[in-house]
């Protein structure tokens, strides 16, 4: 198997640029895409990025049996190998108005930032259907009661119910590292270069590459993340396996730069745990994609929990991967990523897509 699998990857390997990364990523992350609104807003560019990759055989889902969350596969039965990457990024949505253009807002997720950071409002139109900015301002934070605060500051329009607000950081790279929306614009990008390499290699996979609305929790109970998961799991077979992608790591950016990573737990071991038979077959693939020069690494610091929850409840096989990250919700300044990075989660991601496939467990 490894030896087939070695040879595919020979074949497409080209199509892993960094090039091609960063416009993928420039296209995600400059799209904002609040929570419960992927099927309008990220989905709508994955797929027209999706149509470019020229594949004989494919299908997109932007809105997977109304559950929100968009799916890409090349077979009719449902995947029994799920990349998952969630595509909604971190936003707020209206509490109250407190004075002359500032309201209080509540965080649809786990609020980490400690900076004034540029941000817009956005609304739904029923007319058009879609999202159209409202407002610009900032977000930044107040003390109370020894917790930080969100608030939005407008220097241009009214926010109102219903309106959602998110930070605005453009996609920039320089000297090999992107700044930008990364969370998980990153993952998505990762998933989507793997796929178009997937399915050109094995255009009649069963692998499918899912991109969940509300993995973004509004507080900070586990209960009340991966949402639009739960709701995918309720409308599809049970997969053999889920491969869930986003960042990893905190703080410390000694590690961008440095791969591809996988966690045999998230949460501190308080969310998933990759199961001893899965993990080492994890492990012994790795070593084999580390002689073809991918570049990954095991992560042993804490990795935050997501999707993983929603897949736990319906499978034990559940395997984390994903990329370096800083200040992915602007903790101390602006979510940075290495590109590189990037491309080796992509990588990653064919790897384990193909030997998973084709392994009997």
């Not at 492990?283 to 990954?296: P, S």
């Not at 992560?299 to 935050?304: A, E, F, I, L, Y």
């Amino acid at each position: 198997m490894v030896n087939s699998l070695i040879k595919s990857y020979k074949a497409v390997e080209t199509l892993f640029a960094d090039d091609s990364a960063f416009e993928m990523f420039e296209k995600i992350a400059n799209t904002h895409a609040p929570s419960q609104t992927v099927q309008y807003t990220r989905a709508v560019v994955i797929n027209e990025i999706i149509k470019e990759f020229d594949l004989e055989n494919s299908n997109f889902d932007p809105d997977f049996h109304g559950t929100g969350n968009s799916i890409f596969h090349t077979s009719d039965r449902d995947p029994k190998i799920m990349m998952m990457a969630h595509a909604d990024q971190i936003s707020y949505f209206v509490d109250r108005k407190e004075s002359e253009n500032l309201w209080r807002i509540i965080p649809f997720c786990k609020h980490l930032s400690t900076i004034q950071v540029a941000a817009v409002g956005l609304r739904y139109d029923l007319q058009d259907d879609c999202y159209k900015q409202v407002s610009t301002g900032q977000i930044f934070s107040k003390t109370q009661n020894d917790e930080a605060v969100p608030y939005y500051l407008s220097d241009h329009g009214e926010l109102q119910t219903g309106d959602r607000i998110v930070y605005h950081v453009p996609a920039h790279y320089q000297d090999g590292f992107v700044q930008g929306i990364t969370d998980n614009a990153a993952g998505v990008t990762a998933c989507l270069l793997a796929a178009k390499a997937l399915f050109k290699s094995f255009p009649n996979s069963n692998a499918g590459f899912v991109f969940t609305d509300e993995e973004e929790g509004p507080a900070s109970v586990p209960a009340f993340f991966a949402r639009g998961a739960r709701r995918l799991f309720r409308k599809m077979d049970t997969p053999d396996v889920c491969i869930v992608v986003d960042g990893h790591g905190g703080q410390d950016d000694k590690m961008l730069g440095s791969g591809a990573s996988f966690a045999e737990k998230t949460g501190g071991g308080l969310a998933t745990l990759t199961p001893p038979d899965l993990f080492v077959k994890q492990k012994f693939l790795v070593k084999e994609m580390q002689k073809q020069g991918v570049q990954i690494f095991e992560n042993h610091d804490r990795v935050s929990r997501g999707d993983d929850i929603a897949c736990l409840e319906v499978t034990r096989n559940v395997i984390s991967v994903g990329y370096p990250t800083v200040n992915r919700h602007f903790d101390t300044g602006y979510p940075t990523v290495a590109l590189s990075d990037i491309v080796n989660l992509a990588k990653t991601i064919y790897w384990m897509a193909a030997y998973f496939e084709n392994d009997d467990r």
